[in-house]
């Protein structure tokens, strides 16, 4: 009872802390435009051999997401054998690395983008730079749990017969968390698509550039036709790494 009290408390508190100013003027008006021009999506955009279009963008937004998929699943596998606390006797040492990866979770990855974009420039790069430090938070702890849960006995195994450690994590530690970091990598993949999306809207290369030039320029049918190509790729994306995931665990 406590808790329902709580949480109506709570969603009461939010409602007075908002100020709704109801709807614009306007707001039918468009409306009736954009679901008119997302519903007649422009057909014409999704090949150009002369210039941009859908598939070069979304091939690009691919890129993006890979390389900086890459980039996490290469630069975190340190930080997560430094967090995981059964590869360390002090647990300050674990503590701490999980005090980073945590660090680096919380901050989000447009503002890395952001930042990335003032060093490099409004480019694909910036985009890459970004998911790779951003995921670099979130894979970090997945391998971590993923080295924690491990089954430990051909670790004290090989340690009983005399390996040094280098020998225990490449025969014991390694070939047991690989399909688990291969499936995470994967997972993490399927959201770094979306979020290229997103990174694309303030500058860092992909679909979400010319998506946010079409907003801006009112021409709705270029909109439908991207967010058209944006679910079609990511639920071909979720599919593939689902089949991949179930094989693979």
């Known amino acids: 009872m406590l808790g329902w009290i709580i949480v109506a408390g709570l969603f009461i508190w939010s409602l007075t ?4 100013t109801g709807f614009q003027p306007t707001t039918w008006t468009l409306t009736k435009s954009m679901v ?57 040492v674990s503590g701490s690395g999980k005090l980073f990866l945590s660090i680096v979770r919380t901050i989000p990855e447009v503002v890395m983008a ?68 291969i499936s995470y990598s994967l997972y993490r993949f399927e959201i770094n698509v979306r979020s290229a999306t997103l990174l694309g809207i303030i500058g860092a290369g992909g679909i979400g550039t010319p998506l946010v030039f079409a907003i801006n320029a009112r021409g709705w049918p270029r909109v439908g036709i991207i967010l ?16 991949l995931r179930k094989r693979i665990v």
């Not at 007649?40 to 150009?48: C, K, R, T």
């Not at 079609?232 to 599919?239: A, E, G, K, L, P």
């Open 114 to 181: 952001l930042i990335f974009i003032k060093a490099v420039g409004p480019n694909a790069f910036a985009g890459v730079m970004a998911l790779g430090l951003h995921s670099v938070g979130m894979l970090g702890k997945l391998y971590a749990e993923g080295i924690e849960n491990m089954d430990m006995g051909p670790t004290e195994a090989m340690t009983a017969v005399g390996a040094n450690r280098w020998q225990t994590l490449a025969y014991a530690v390694v070939p047991q968390v690989i399909p688990e970091f």
């Open 36 to 92: 008119s021009g997302l519903l007649h999506p422009d057909w014409s955009y999704v090949y150009n051999p002369d210039g941009e279009d859908l598939i070069r963008m979304m091939l690009e937004t691919l890129a993006i997401s890979y390389l900086g998929n890459f980039v996490s699943a290469v630069v975190c596998l340190p930080f997560a054998f430094w967090a995981a606390s059964n590869m360390s006797r002090n647990r300050l």
């Open 17 to 20: 802390g908002l100020e709704l």
């Open 228 to 243: 058209i190509g944006i679910i079609v790729t990511v639920s071909i994306i979720d599919y593939i790494s689902g089949a």
